[in-house]
Nanobody, 119 residues
Framework: QVQLVESGGGLVQAGGSLRLSCAASGFTGRIYAMAWFRQAPEKEREFVAAVTRITGSTSSADSVKGRFTISRDNAKETLYLQMNSLTPQDTAVYYC????????????WGQGTKVTISS
């Protein structure tokens, strides 16, 4: 099993920045990729960004390209999401997730950290 714990959420004014962290523990050697998802009030959970553990290959949603940067520190077993130029539309609970090589869906999830952007 893999345990994930997010931190770094909070209240920020529009235009500001936040950095989210996700600490992984347990059988982290099984992790193939990690990602951030978010769920805004009354909306479906959506993909934000992902990074592969070994190669560091990244992908991100169009809505955050150029503003959010995902990164990982394997020595610290920590995933990050640097969020810049935040808008009220970024308000959501942000979840860290991890998956193994197979199955290809994310099976490990954190409890979420709330991000609120005021206008």
């Amino acid at each position: 099993q893999v345990q994930l714990v997010e931190s770094g959420g909070g209240l920020v004014q529009a235009g500001g920045s936040l950095r989210l962290s996700c600490a992984a523990s347990g059988f982290t050697g099984r992790i193939y990729a990690m990602a951030w998802f978010r769920q805004a009030p009354e909306k479906e959970r959506e993909f934000v960004a992902a990074v592969t553990r070994i190669t560091g290959s990244t992908s991100s949603a169009d809505s955050v390209k150029g503003r959010f940067t995902i990164s990982r520190d394997n020595a610290k077993e920590t995933l990050y999401l640097q969020m810049n130029s935040l808008t009220p539309q970024d308000t959501a609970v942000y979840y860290c997730a991890a998956r193994e090589a197979t199955p290809t869906h994310y099976v490990y999830w954190g409890q979420g950290t709330k991000v609120t952007i005021s206008s």
